[in-house]
C-alpha cells in the first residue's frame, strides 16, 4: 500500500532562480491546503444577510475565516476546515431559519482551486506584469476583492495585507497552479522575488 | 569628421573608451556615443547605400529617424544607428551592399534609374507569369535590410500594465514642465522620452538652454510622482487613452511592452525638423541642422571643414554660430528669409563638393547645412482622431480637436521663448492633472471594490492655458531641381510629378503608388514634403491636399516587443508527475497537457480488454448542479428526460443547440435529494457551464439552480477492464455487487481511505469499468495505491489513444470529432434519445422538424464502416464517393486498425443513400487511390450488445 494520504500541492516544482531576500522582495507563499468552501445565495437572502460581506469586498468572520464576496451572489469562505465548516453550519441555520434553505448551497472547492500569497512592498509591481487590474491602494484596497485574468488564468484576488504588509490572495483553478506559478516567479524575478 | 575638443554639452565620458568595428576594422568611441556619433568621429562619411539606387548615403539627422543610419549590428538587422548607443565589442557593418559599402555593384540600379521609376513595382515582373520565380529569386537578392541568423537566441521581452494618472510623450522642456506641474498637484505620472536623455533640443542648445534642462530634468527624476522612462516611445493611442509604449533597453529585458491606461495623455514630442529638396540632397555632407548641432554640442564631432548654411529660422542661424564656435569655417549662409535659396550639391557620388545658390554662384564646401523647418508629428493626435489642419503662415500642420483627455504641449502647440513653452507645459500638465484627478475619482466612485471615495468628483476642467503663439516661417520644400523626397525609399520629386501625371493625384494614392513615406522613418521627414509636391503637381495649396493618415505605431516596434512575454496557461491533473515519470508521451488537448500513451497503445488496449487498466480523465468537464428546480434545467439543457433520475441514477444525454446541432453529450448523476453532477466533454466544460449560465440568467432566473464548475475539485481515474471490479473492491468501502451497483448508477464513499470520493459505473471503452472522482488533492495518493494493489491483476495506465481505439470499437462518437457545426442529432443515430413530448429544450423546433422531414432534408447519417481489405485504415476526413465519380457522400471521421478485432475500423458520415447496412462505399485516399468498404448493422464494432459492460 501507498504512504498514508496527504493532501499533495498543485506546485510540484519551484523553478530555479535567485533571490537576495532584500528588503523589498515579494515573497510568494503556496497556500493551496487553505480549506476553500464556496457559499451560493441570493443577495437578498438572510444569508446575505448574516455574511454581511458585498461583491468586490473581503471581511474576517468568527475572527479566522476570510469571507471574500468574489461575484455577486457567490462568496468564498477561506480557512482553517474547523472555523470554515463552524461559519457554514451557522450560514446552513440561517437559512432553515429564514425559511428558504433552498437559497443557499455550498461546494467544497478546497481540492479545486490553487491558493497563492504573494507579500512585499514589489507585490503589486509584480502582478503588474501579470494582470491589467489597476493595483493603487485606492482602487484595490486592503479587503477588495476582484476576478481577473493572470497570466491569462482566470482567478480571484484578494487584498489581504498581512503583519502590515501589502499582501494578495490569488486563488486559480488547480490544474492551472503549476502554469501560473512559474509565471508569477517570472514576473517577479526582477524584484528577486522569494518563494517562502 | 573628427572629434573636437571637450564641448560644455556633450554627453561623452572620454574616460571609458569603447572599442568597435565597423566593416571588420577596428574602431573607438566613447561611452555615451552612439554609434553614428561614434562612427563619424572616427571620420566616416558613408553610413550606408540607398535602397533602391544603391546611392552613396552619410548623416542626414543623426538621431532615431535618420534614413541613412540603418546599420548590421552583429546578428542584429536595421539597427538605427543615430539612436543606438555604442557599447565595447560591437561588430558594426553596412547593410545590403555588395562586395562592400565603398564599392558597391547594385549601385548599377542607378544606370537604369529611369526604368525603377514611380510604381515599377506594379508594372514590371508581370510576364511571362512562369519566369516569376525567377524573377522572385533575383528581387529577393536585392531586398533591403540587414540579414537575419534563424540560430541567433530568443531575447527576452517583458510585458507590464501601468494605470498611471498622466502619460506624458516626449520630455522636451515643455514635457518635463508638464511631468512636474502634474506631479506636484498629486498626479501619478510617466515621462516617456524617445531619446537615451531628457532635454530635447535643450541638450545641444545654448548654456542657459542646457542648464535649463538639466534643472527640469533633475526634478523630474526625483520626483516620487514621475516615473521617467528613457529610450522609450509612445508608439500608439488607442480607445479610452490606452497607450502602447515601448522601452527600450530595460534592465532586465531588451524591449518592454507597456499597456498604460492613461486618464490623461500629455503630447509633447517637439518638432521633427524636415529636409529641403533639391538637386544632390542626399550627397554625403547634406546634413540637417540639428544633426550638425548635436554631433557638434552633444558627442564633439566635427562635421566637415568648410560649411555653407541654409537657414530659414534661428536653428539654422544658432547652427552657424556653433560651427564658428568650433572653429568649423562657414563659406555662406544662404538666409531664405531674404529670398535666397540654393540649387544643388554638387561633387562626386561620394561627398558634397560644392553647392550651387539660387543666383547661380558655386560655393565650394565638404558640408551644406538646411535649416527650412519643421513636421509636426501628430500621430497620437490622428490616433484620438484628430484631423490637423495646415497653417501656411508657420508652414506646418496643428491639432484641429481634440478629446478632453489628451492635450497638445510643446512645438506641437506652438511657438514662443523657452519660458513660454515651459510655462505652457507646465499649464497644460497642471490641466491634465486635474482632469486625471477627476477621473481618478469617478472611476474610484464607480468601482465597487475601491476604497470609499469622500466628496463628489467633480466636473473636467475647462481648458484655461493661454496658448502659444505661432511664428512665420517661409513654406520651404522644393527648391527649382528634383530631388529626394523619401531617403527610406528612394523617391525623388520627379518620381511624384510622374505618379500625380498618371493619375495618382490623391496622397493616399500616391503614397501608395510611390511608396513615399512608407519606409521606416514613417513619414517624420517626408510627409510634409511628399503632399507639398504633390500639391506643386496639382497646382493646389498643401491645405488643399491634406495629408495621409497616420496610424500606429509611432515608430516602427519589433515583433518581439509585440509577442512580449507569452502567456500561454497550461493545465495538469495532480497525476502528471506520475505520468512523466513513467514516460507518457504527452499530447495537448486544448490547454491540457494529457499522456497519449505510455509507449504501446496497442499493449494498453489488450490489457484493457483482457485484464484492467486505469486512465486519468481529469479534464472531463464537471458542474456541481444543486436546488430544487436542477430537473428543469436539466429537461431544457438535454434533449432527454430528466424528472424521473432516482437518487443514485446516471443518464446519457445529449445536448443540442437552438438549431438542433448537437454541441456535447455526456452523462449526469443524482448525488443527492437536490444534488447532481454533470460531465460534459475536455473541450465542452466551459462551453456547458457558460450555456447552463446563460439560461438560468436570462431565460429562468426564478429557477433556483446554483452550477459550479468542479472540472479540478476531482482528480477523474477510470479503472476499466473485465478486472476492475477486483481492483476497485480492494479499495472501497463501496458495495460493487452488479446487483447493487449496477451499470449506469453512481454511489459515494471512500477509496483507498480517500473519502467523499464518487465513483461511477459507465464505460466509454465498452468494458466493465468504474469512474472514479477523488478530491484531488488525494488524487496521486489513489493512483499509486490503484497501481499498488493491482500489480498482480496486471492493472496497467492506459492513455488517450487506447481510449480513442477502444471507444471507436464500441461506436462511440466524439463530439466534435465525429460531428461536425451542421450535425443534427438525427444524423447520429439517437432519435431515440429525442423527447417531443417535452415542454421544452434546446433545439426542440429544429429538431421536430429534422424527424417530421428526414427524407426530404436527406441528413447524413452516422454509420461504422469497415474496409473491404482489413488491413488499410483510411485517413481521417478521407473522402466517401459515388462509385467511379468525384461525387462526394460523405467522409471518414473517425478510423483505426483496432487490436481487438485485427482489422481497420471506421466511423463516417455519409448521405442517407449511402447508409444503410452492408452498402458498398467508395473511399478516397489522401493518396489518390480508392478503396472499397461496407457500412456495419450497429455503431459498435466490438459487443455490440453490451455484454461486457453490464457484467
Known sequence: MSEPATFASPVVSIPDFHSGMGIAVPTLRDESTTTKMLVRADNDSAVAASLGVSFGSAILKGGNVLVAATRPTEWLALGDPASVAAVIDQLVAVAEESGNPNHMSTVDLTHGRALFRISGAAAAKTLEKVCSLDWADNMMPDGAVASASVAKVTCDIIRNNQYEQTSYLIASDRSSAQYLFDAIIDAGAEFDIAVV | ?951
Open chain 2, 1 to 951: 569628421m573628427t572629434r573636437l575638443p571637450r564641448q560644455p554639452g556633450e554627453v561623452i565620458d572620454r574616460s571609458v573608451p569603447l572599442r568597435f568595428t565597423w566593416n571588420g576594422k577596428a574602431t573607438t568611441g566613447f561611452s555615451g556615443d552612439t554609434i553614428a556619433s561614434a562612427l563619424a568621429a572616427s571620420d566616416t562619411r558613408i553610413f550606408a547605400r540607398s535602397m533602391k539606387y544603391h546611392r552613396p548615403r552619410g548623416l542626414l539627422t543623426a538621431d532615431y529617424w535618420d534614413p541613412n543610419g540603418f546599420v548590421q549590428v552583429g546578428d542584429d538587422p536595421n539597427v538605427r544607428s543615430g539612436h543606438r548607443l555604442l557599447e565595447a565589442g560591437m561588430e558594426v557593418s553596412a547593410q545590403n551592399v555588395w562586395p562592400s559599402l565603398d564599392f558597391d555593384i547594385k549601385a548599377a540600379n542607378g544606370l537604369v534609374g529611369r526604368f525603377l521609376t514611380a510604381g515599377f513595382y506594379y508594372k514590371t515582373f508581370m510576364k511571362p507569369a512562369k519566369l516569376w520565380p525567377t524573377y522572385e529569386k533575383v528581387l529577393a537578392r536585392f531586398a533591403p535590410g540587414g540579414t537575419i541568423d534563424l540560430d541567433s537566441p530568443h531575447r527576452y521581452h517583458d510585458k507590464r500594465y501601468a494605470h498611471p494618472d498622466v502619460v506624458v510623450a516626449g520630455g522636451g522642456p515643455a514635457g518635463m514642465a508638464a511631468a512636474i506641474a502634474a506631479a506636484s498637484v498629486g498626479a501619478s505620472v510617466m515621462l516617456v522620452e524617445h531619446n537615451h536623455h531628457l532635454g530635447g533640443a535643450l541638450l545641444w542648445g545654448t548654456d542657459v538652454d542646457r542648464a535649463t534642462g538639466a534643472r527640469l530634468a533633475a526634478e523630474c527624476m526625483t520626483s516620487e510622482n514621475i516615473e521617467v522612462l528613457l529610450d522609450s516611445t509612445v508608439t500608439g493611442r488607442y480607445e479610452d487613452n490606452w497607450v502602447a509604449i515601448v522601452q527600450r533597453s530595460h534592465p532586465i529585458a531588451v524591449e518592454r511592452l507597456i499597456k498604460a491606461r492613461a486618464k490623461s495623455l500629455v503630447v509633447a514630442p517637439g518638432l521633427i525638423e524636415r529636409p529641403y529638396v533639391f538637386a544632390g540632397n542626399d550627397k554625403p555632407g547634406v546634413m540637417l541642422s540639428g544633426a550638425v548641432r548635436r554631433l557638434v554640442n552633444m558627442y564633439a564631432v566635427q562635421p566637415g571643414s568648410r560649411a555653407v548654411v541654409f537657414t530659414a529660422n534661428d536653428d539654422g542661424d544658432q547652427t552657424a554660430r556653433d560651427l564658428e564656435r568650433v572653429g568649423i569655417e562657414v563659406a555662406c549662409t544662404v538666409d531664405a528669409r531674404r529670398g535666397e535659396n540654393i540649387v544643388a550639391a554638387e561633387g562626386s557620388t561620394k561627398s558634397v563638393e560644392s553647392v550651387v545658390l539660387g543666383d547661380g554662384s558655386s560655393i565650394d564646401a565638404d558640408l551644406l547645412i538646411t535649416a527650412v523647418g519643421w513636421t509636426a508629428p501628430t500621430s497620437l493626435l490622428n490616433l484620438a482622431g484628430d484631423r490637423p489642419a495646415y497653417d501656411p503662415a508657420a508652414a506646418r500642420f496643428f491639432s484641429s480637436r481634440l478629446p478632453d483627455n489628451i492635450l497638445v504641449t510643446g512645438g506641437l502647440a506652438g511657438d514662443g521663448s523657452l519660458d513660454e513653452l515651459i510655462e505652457h507645459g507646465s499649464a497644460t500638465g497642471n490641466l491634465a492633472a486635474r482632469r486625471a484627478l477627476v477621473v481618478a475619482a469617478t472611476l474610484q466612485k464607480l468601482t465597487t471594490r475601491a476604497a470609499p471615495l469622500a466628496g463628489d468628483p467633480g466636473e473636467v476642467p475647462a481648458d484655461d492655458r493661454a496658448p502659444l503663439g505661432r511664428n512665420p516661417h517661409p513654406e520651404l520644400h522644393r527648391s527649382s531641381t528634383h530631388g529626394i523626397v523619401d531617403y527610406s525609399e528612394d523617391v525623388s520629386s520627379k518620381d511624384l510629378f510622374a505618379a500625380a501625371k498618371e493619375g495618382y493625384d490623391s496622397v493616399e494614392l500616391i503614397k501608395r503608388f510611390t511608396t513615399a513615406t512608407m519606409g521606416p522613418a514613417q513619414g517624420k521627414l517626408e510627409t510634409v514634403n511628399t503632399v507639398a509636391v504633390l500639391a506643386e503637381a496639382r497646382g493646389e495649396t498643401i491645405a488643399d491636399v491634406g495629408t495621409t493618415v497616420w496610424r500606429p505605431p509611432y515608430a516602427p516596434i519589433t515583433l518581439g516587443a509585440l509577442g512580449g512575454r507569452i502567456f500561454e496557461p497550461v493545465r495538469v491533473s495532480t497525476v502528471q508527475s506520475w505520468h512523466e515519470a513513467h514516460n507518457a508521451t504527452p499530447i495537448l488537448a486544448g490547454q491540457w497537457i494529457r499522456p497519449e500513451h505510455y509507449g504501446d497503445p496497442v499493449g494498453e488496449v489488450r490489457n484493457v480488454r483482457s485484464g484492467v487498466g486505469i486512465i486519468d480523465v481529469t479534464p472531463l468537464g464537471k458542474l456541481d448542479l444543486q436546488g430544487p428546480d436542477v430537473p428543469k434545467l436539466l429537461n431544457l439543457l438535454y434533449t432527454n428526460k430528466w424528472v424521473q433520475l432516482p437518487i443514485g441514477g446516471v443518464r446519457y444525454g445529449v445536448m443540442c443547440a437552438e438549431d438542433g446541432v448537437v454541441m456535447d453529450d455526456g452523462v449526469t448523476a443524482r448525488l443527492g435529494e437536490q444534488h447532481y453532477l454533470m460531465t460534459t466533454t475536455s473541450s465542452g466544460a466551459g462551453g456547458v457551464w457558460e450555456w447552463a449560465e446563460n439560461w438560468l440568467q436570462t431565460a429562468h432566473p426564478d429557477w433556483r439552480v446554483h452550477v459550479t464548475p468542479v472540472t479540478t475539485a476531482y482528480t477523474s481515474i477510470n479503472v476499466a477492464g473485465p478486472k476492475s471490479r477486483e481492483l476497485v473492491s480492494r479499495l472501497t468501502d463501496i458495495d460493487l455487487d452488479p446487483q447493487a451497483f449496477a451499470y449506469m448508477q453512481v454511489r459515494t464513499g471512500t477509496v483507498a481511505g480517500i473519502d467523499k470520493c464518487v465513483m461511477w459505473r459507465i464505460g466509454f471503452t465498452g468494458e466493465l469499468s468504474y469512474e472514479l472522482h477523488v478530491p484531488s488533492g488525494f488524487g496521486l495518493h489513489v493512483w499509486d495505491t490503484l497501481m499498488d494493489v493491482g500489480a498482480d491483476l496486471g492493472v496497467a495506465p492506459f492513455g488517450l489513444e487506447a481510449q480513442r481505439v477502444m471507444r471507436l470499437e464500441k461506436g462511440h462518437f466524439i463530439v466534435g470529432q465525429d460531428t461536425d457545426g451542421l450535425t443534427k442529432m438525427p444524423s447520429v443515430g439517437m432519435n431515440g434519445l429525442i423527447k417531443l413530448d417535452k415542454d421544452d429544450f434546446s433545439g426542440k423546433v429544429e429538431l421536430g422538424l429534422a424527424l417530421d422531414h428526414t427524407a426530404s432534408l436527406a441528413l447524413p447519417r452516422l454509420v461504422a464502416i469497415q474496409t473491404t481489405d482489413p488491413n488499410i485504415v483510411p485517413e481521417e476526413a478521407s473522402q466517401i464517393v459515388r462509385a467511379g465519380t468525384n461525387e462526394i457522400l460523405g467522409r471518414i471521421t473517425s478510423s483505426r486498425m483496432s487490436p481487438t478485432l485485427e482489422r481497420s475500423i471506421c466511423l463516417g458520415q455519409v448521405l442517407p443513400e449511402a447508409a444503410e447496412p452492408d452498402t458498398i462505399l467508395t473511399v478516397v485516399m489522401t493518396t489518390g487511390e480508392r478503396i472499397t468498404a461496407k457500412v456495419m448493422q450497429h455503431h459498435a464494432h466490438f459487443d455490440p450488445e453490451g455484454d461486457r459492460l453490464r457484467v
